[in-house]
């Protein structure tokens, strides 16, 4: 049974990711995140969800912009935006998540600050990376020829 097949026969999920994509919020082989089936309401900004990318791959990223036929999605320790995601893309929404044994809500009020604070800061972030990204390989370059 795929994932697609089990929410929508069983309404919600509790599954672990896989990657880096949404760190720190969800660390790889650690955490666990909880999603129910997307029904025909619209996404916001903020919200966490599971869709599918062609061919066959799930993907959990935040939605950073809604947009009137689709949205803009990023993961939180992500620097490219994906484009065109629509809301027959997406399969589940995150309603909680469970770190360390302890089971937190996105109704939470420390959940509900990190998001603002993910989706206020997501250009400087992504500059930092970009430009640290940049001085690494400027530094590994200057190494290699100094030899």
Same mark, same amino acid.
């Given at each position: 049974?795929?994932?697609?097949? !089990?929410?929508?026969?069983?309404?919600?999920?509790? !599954?672990?990711?896989?990657?880096?994509?949404?760190?720190?919020?969800?660390?790889?082989?650690? *955490?666990?995140?909880?999603?129910?089936?997307?029904? $025909?309401?619209?996404?916001? $900004?903020?919200?966490?969800?599971? !869709?599918?990318?062609?061919? #066959?791959?799930?993907?959990?990223?935040?939605?950073?912009?809604?947009?009137?036929? *689709?949205?803009?999605?990023?993961? *939180?320790?992500?620097?490219?935006?994906?484009?065109?995601? #629509?809301?027959?893309?997406?399969?589940?929404?995150?309603?909680?998540?469970?770190?360390?044994?302890?089971?937190?809500?996105?109704?939470?009020?420390?959940?509900?600050? !990190?998001?603002?604070?993910?989706?206020?800061?997501?250009?400087?972030?992504?500059?930092?990376?970009? $430009?640290?990204?940049? $001085?690494?390989?400027?530094?590994?370059?200057?190494?290699?020829?100094?030899?």
């Amino acid at each position: 049974m795929n994932i697609e097949q !089990y929410l929508s026969e069983n309404g919600t999920l509790t !599954y672990s990711n896989k990657g880096t994509s949404m760190m720190p919020l969800l660390r790889e082989g650690k *955490d666990m995140f909880t999603l129910r089936r997307k029904g $025909a309401e619209r996404c916001r $900004a903020g919200d966490v969800v599971l !869709y599918k990318r062609p061919p #066959k791959d799930y993907v959990l990223h935040r939605v950073v912009e809604v947009r009137e036929n *689709d949205y803009v999605i990023l993961g *939180d320790n992500c620097v490219t935006y994906e484009y065109g995601i #629509k809301d027959s893309d997406i399969l589940g929404v995150m309603t909680g998540f469970t770190r360390g044994g302890h089971e937190y809500s996105i109704e939470s009020r420390g959940y509900r600050l !990190y998001t603002f604070i993910i989706l206020h800061t997501k250009g400087i972030r992504i500059f930092t990376r970009r $430009a640290l990204s940049w $001085a690494l390989r400027k530094l590994r370059y200057i190494f290699r020829t100094a030899r």
